[in-house]
């Protein structure tokens, strides 16, 4: 799909992967929507790229409605759908309480946050998203709509305070196929990419040692990626009518590892 004059909707705009990407998009001639939670940074943003910024929660299904109603009435029919709207959230099956120290089992609110932002949001704009696609006729394999979702390697080999984190991309990771199956007949293609460690404001939170270890332990280039590379792969895969169905690692071939040091002192979040 060519993107410029497309349009293009990007969740988890203001920050990060999703700001590099609308950036991308918008040099590329597309139309941008950026949506992220209100109050978010988004307005310089989008003064300076001069796109529509909405505030909104990628989870509410009343949010996403109104957002992609919006979207259709000020742009038209968005084509290009780059989900990027996520958190790390920790969710160790036990935390520590501070005041008694007792083992106490974790919060399910928690757990519950992080699917339902990672996994249940991607969900989310891709059914509002597809809808507005629902009405065409895909014609002789004609690009209609391209979705992109982000994964990430915790998707495969999350560390261990990632059990809810890493069982989020596990789902948006695996909804990659049976998407792409079904939104075949309308001309959509599906995939996802499977983002190692990024410098962004996820990647800040992050506990200094385990940085450490994630950046250490990537064989080539021996460094953190850089927003402007997912972004130029987001594009790639638009642009490539062939890319369907599949999840695509951007690592530095890097596998996680359990960081092991320093014990002592390490947060239990
Ligand atoms: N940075 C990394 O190393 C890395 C690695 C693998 C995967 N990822 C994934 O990449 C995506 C982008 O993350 P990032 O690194 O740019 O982080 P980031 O924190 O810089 O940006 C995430 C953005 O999502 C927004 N957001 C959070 N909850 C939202 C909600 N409910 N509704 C709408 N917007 C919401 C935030 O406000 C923020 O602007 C995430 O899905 C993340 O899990 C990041």
Same mark, same amino acid.
């Given at each position: +799909? ?56 990628? !989870? !509410? =299904?009343?949010? +996403? ?8 009435? =000020? ?29 106490? $089992? ?24 597809? &809808? ?5 006729? =895909? ?27 890493? !069982? ?52 080539? $280039? ?12 987001? &594009? ?34």
């Amino acid at each position: +799909m060519q993107i410029k004059g497309q349009v293009a909707v990007v969740t988890g705009a203001a920050s990060g992967l999703g700001r590099a990407t609308v950036q991308r998009l918008a040099e590329q001639g597309a139309h941008v929507a950026a949506i992220d939670l209100a109050g978010a940074p988004l307005d310089a943003l989008a003064k300076e790229l001069k796109l529509l910024a909405i505030g909104g929660d990628v !989870s !509410s =299904a009343t949010d +996403m409605e109104a957002a992609f109603a919006q979207v259709r009435t =000020a742009l038209g029919t968005p084509r290009i759908l780059v989900n990027c709207a996520g958190v790390l959230g920790p969710a160790r099956v036990f935390r520590t309480d501070k005041a008694t120290g007792r083992v106490m $089992p974790r919060e399910l609110d928690v757990f519950r946050r992080v699917i339902e932002i990672n996994l249940v949001g991607t969900f989310n704009t891709i059914r509002l998203f597809a &809808q507005g696609l629902s009405g065409e006729t =895909a014609v002789d394999g004609e690009d209609r709509g391209v979705i992109v979702n982000t994964a990430s390697v915790a998707a495969y080999e999350a560390l261990s305070a990632q059990t809810a984190y890493g !069982s989020s991309k596990a789902g948006v990771a695996s909804m990659t196929l049976p998407l792409a199956r079904e939104l075949a007949r309308f001309g959509i293609r599906v995939m996802a990419l499977a983002p190692g460690t990024f410098e962004t404001g996820m990647y800040e939170v992050v506990p200094a040692h385990t940085r450490r270890t994630l950046i250490d332990d990537v064989p080539f $280039p021996p460094r953190p990626g850089r927003p402007e590379e997912f972004a130029h792969m987001v &594009q790639a895969l638009i642009e490539n009518g062939m890319m369907n169905g599949s999840v695509v690692r951007i690592d530095g071939a890097v596998r996680m590892r359990e960081p092991t040091a320093p014990r002592e002192g390490r947060p239990a979040s």
